[in-house]
């Protein structure tokens, strides 16, 4: 399947991956959150219908973690629900569907996971993701999960652009050393988009390579950081130890290191 002779549309276009997808997909019909809410259940329907998209890109989600805990039901509608909505539009018109969810959907007391591990989700965020892979597999068969993790990009909030402000205006930043994952660039991941749709249907472990706690993640970064624990650094959703996602099925992606430092260079331009 070649990207670009296909009728696509983007959900969620104005968020950190989706504006990059748009990249890859400079054909595709998008729309912003501003444009079109997927929450809306008949808006999803009469656009699904009306387009008629031979694949849906689903790039909308409530990703602010510790905010869902208060949250519950909007981040249940946004990442739970409406998922399963464009999921049964695309499945009335067979459309595929491409989906991102997440490593939080594990409990991190595995030091590695695999696409067929037991998901067993530790906080309301993660909760909501799986209940948002959950409906899509209930509504249609033609669909690709990706879950992915630590995401970094040009065009929205991370943990890069947290250090680097942090680390401007204090002498040390403290950075959490007991939780592992692996930093994703989300040029890398929206480039991979192609190559999955050659694959078949199912859920896809999706990230750069390479494993690192978030202090070593940080260090990367900036030179004053500090490491401590999680105990030392309490936040309102608990986070897996490890979420480690381990891509059986599609080649390796490049090392977070040398992803990391071309955003590096992009933010400079
Ligand atoms: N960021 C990470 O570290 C990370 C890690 C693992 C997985 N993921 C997953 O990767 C995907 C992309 O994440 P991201 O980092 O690009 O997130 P993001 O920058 O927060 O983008 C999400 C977009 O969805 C929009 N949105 C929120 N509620 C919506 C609604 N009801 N209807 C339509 N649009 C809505 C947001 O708009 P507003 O900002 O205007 O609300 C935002 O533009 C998500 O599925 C996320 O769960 C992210």
């Not at 809306?40 to 329907?45: S, V």
């Not at 250090?163 to 930043?173: F, Q, R, W």
């Not at 897996?240 to 260079?265: G, I, Q």
Request: contains cysteine.
């Amino acid at each position: 399947m070649v990207v670009g002779t296909i009728k696509t549309l983007i959900l969620g276009a104005g968020g950190m991956l989706g504006t990059d997808l748009m990249v890859n997909f400079p054909l595709a019909i998008s729309f912003t959150h501003a444009e079109l809410d997927i929450t809306d259940k008949n808006a999803i329907f009469s656009i699904i219908d009306r387009l008629r998209p031979e694949l849906v890109i689903n790039a909308a989600a409530y990703t602010k973690v510790d905010d869902c805990e208060e949250k519950k039901e909007l981040a249940f509608s946004v990442n739970g629900t409406a998922p399963g909505y464009i999921a049964e539009a695309c499945g009335s018109i067979g459309s595929k569907l491409v989906h991102f969810s997440t490593d939080y959907v594990f409990n991190g007391k595995k030091k590695e996971y695999i696409e067929s591990d037991r998901p067993d989700p530790i906080n309301v965020y993660g909760a909501s993701k799986l209940e948002g892979e959950r409906a899509i597999a209930r509504a249609t068969g033609k669909y690709y999960i990706i879950r992915t993790s630590w995401l970094f990009g040009l065009h929205g909030a991370n943990f890069v652009d947290t250090m680097l402000k942090l680390g401007a205006s204090n002498p040390v930043v403290r950075v959490v050393n007991d939780q592992f994952g692996k930093p994703t660039y989300t040029k890398d991941l929206a480039q991979k988009i192609q190559e999955i749709l050659n694959h078949g249907y199912g859920i896809y472990h999706i990230t750069n390579d390479g494993v690192c706690s978030w202090y070593e993640f940080a260090s990367a970064i900036i030179p004053n950081v500090v490491p401590c624990t999680s105990e030392e650094f309490i936040r309102r959703a608990k986070r897996p130890e490890y979420s480690v996602l381990v891509n059986m099925k599609t080649r390796p992606m490049r090392h977070w290191k040398e992803a990391l430092s071309e955003y590096l260079e992009a933010k400079k331009k």
